[in-house]
Structure formats: structure tokens, C-alpha cells
């Protein structure tokens, strides 16, 4: 069975970082492209970043570049987002998520971990 478990989550003041691992079971980790979205209340998910099957590309939303770092481990069936420079902004939870080959949308979703940054 699929499972994708978000952690590193947690309370950090602006200007600090923080990284988010995403462990994955139940699917051939290689296989799949991977992706971080966060989500406030009352507002839409946001796509954050994503990263190809053996990480050769990566893609951010504009306004994490410069600041957000996403890689993989395939030994380890793990993602992670590596956050610097954190804004109150960045305030959500966050989400993993995995899509086939890379195709399409994503198909798998964990729980999400909460990133709350102070000012």
C-alpha cells in the first residue's frame, strides 16, 4: 500500500530553515516524479516544487526560488525540501506528493507536516 509520511515540520522564526523529509512506501520510489505543495486555510493548494525521477531536474514557484532546495534519495525512497531564508509567508502545511513517471497529475498525497514561521 502507498504511503508518503511528511516530517520536519515545526516552529521557526523568519530568517531560519528547516527541512522536510518525505519517506515513501508501497511503489517503486525510482519510478515516480515528486512534488511539494503547501496549503493555508481558507486558500487553494499551491505547488511549491517538484523534482524528476533521479533528480536530474528540479522546478520551483517563483517565490521560493533562491530559497527552497528540493532533492531525492532513491536508496533511501525519500524527498526533501530543504527551506532557507523562511518568511512568515511560508506559514502552511506542506504536503508530498508523487505522480508516475511524472505524468499528469499527482496521484499520491501524504499527510502534510505544518511549517510555522514567526516574526
Known amino acids: 500500500q502507498v504511503q508518503l509520511v511528511e516530517s520536519g515540520g515545526g516552529l521557526v522564526q523568519a530568517g531560519g530553515s528547516l527541512r522536510l523529509s518525505c519517506a515513501a512506501s508501497?511503489?517503486?520510489?525510482?519510478?515516480?516524479?515528486m512534488g511539494w505543495f503547501r496549503q493555508v486555510p481558507g486558500k487553494e493548494r499551491e505547488f511549491v516544487a517538484a523534482?524528476?525521477?533521479?533528480?536530474?531536474?528540479?522546478e520551483y514557484t517563483e517565490s521560493v526560488k533562491g530559497r527552497f532546495t528540493i532533492s531525492r534519495d532513491n536508496a533511501k525512497n525519500t524527498v526533501y525540501l530543504q527551506m532557507n531564508s523562511l518568511k512568515p509567508e511560508d506559514t502552511a502545511v506542506y504536503y508530498c506528493?508523487?505522480?508516475?513517471?511524472?505524468?499528469?497529475?499527482?496521484?499520491?498525497w501524504g499527510q502534510g507536516t505544518q511549517v510555522t514561521v514567526s516574526s
Open positions: 506528493a508523487a505522480r508516475f513517471i511524472g505524468l499528469g497529475e499527482y496521484t499520491y
Open positions: 523534482i524528476s525521477l533521479n533528480g536530474g531536474r528540479t
Open positions: 508501497g511503489l517503486t520510489f525510482s519510478r515516480y516524479g
